[in-house]
């Protein structure tokens, strides 16, 4: 049986994600990630089949039909990249308010912090990784 992909629906027009996406995609190992923006067909498809709003500031992680979304996603995305990485899921236990909080501090300010990242150039490896 294969097993089924991790899927990780960032904002495709964001310098700041795309470096996150850019990170994860070269320290996935296992190859257990797939992504799409928010704003392609198919992100629209699964924010439809799983009842989200297209807010391009969350990310959404959707692992196993069950979706976590801001700080919980890239706590989770952390700890299944493996290693020194899986340590950042002890954040978890910071109450979720709190930890949402920060982190749409972080994503309301996102296109200050990384201004000048380039976008993903598809190789195919690459292009696997995309859904």
Known sequence: MQEQKHIILFDGGCNFCTFWVKFVIKRDKKDVFRFAPLQSEKGKELLKQYSLQA??????????????TKSSAA?????????????????????????????DVIAKNRKKLLKNESCIIPTEQKKKKFI
């Open 55 to 68: 807010d391009l500031s969350t990310v959404v992680l959707i692992k196993n039909n069950v979706v976590k």
């Open 75 to 103: 706590l989770f995305i952390l700890k299944d990249l493996g290693g020194f990485y899986s340590l950042g899921i002890v954040l978890i236990v910071v109450p979720k308010f709190i930890r949402d909080r920060i982190y």
